[in-house]
């Protein structure tokens, strides 16, 4: 059974650090591209950051690129999304998401509808 565990959301103030981490159980990280998405109220659900666990090429949002960073590690089958310098703005229930490396990292992520598995998702707020 495939299942995605996301965690490590939490209440953070502008500027500051979370680092999100997605444990996958059920199936191995090899040959999947393993995604971040966020949404917020009344907005639609976003890629954010996507990897591909075979040969490591990632995608970043504009929103957040130089901010944000994705990670592997395939021995652990975890992946993790280091975000820096967090905005108001970046406020959302953020969830990862796997589906089989059909196609490029960068067109992959920009439709969350391929993704056949997800997680439960993780609240982040960023207020002061």
């Known amino acids: 059974q495939v299942q995605l565990v996301e965690s490590g959301g939490g209440l953070v103030q502008p500027g500051g650090s979370l680092r999100l981490s997605c444990a996958a159980s059920?199936?191995?990280?090899?040959?999947?591209?393993i995604g971040w998405f966020r949404q917020a109220p009344g907005k639609e659900r976003e890629g954010v950051s996507c990897?591909?666990?075979?040969?490591?090429?990632?995608y970043y949002a504009d929103s957040v690129k130089g901010r944000f960073t994705i990670s592997r590690d395939n021995a652990k089958n975890t992946v993790y999304l280091q975000m820096n310098s967090l905005k108001p703005e970046d406020t959302a229930v953020y969830y990862c998401a796997a589906e089989l490396g059909i196609t490029t990292v960068q067109a992959l992520c920009k439709v969350p509808g391929i993704f056949g598995s997800w997680g439960q998702g993780t609240q982040v707020t960023v207020s002061s």
């Open positions: 059920g199936f191995t990280l090899d040959y999947y591209i």
């Open positions: 990897i591909s666990s075979s040969d490591g090429s990632t």
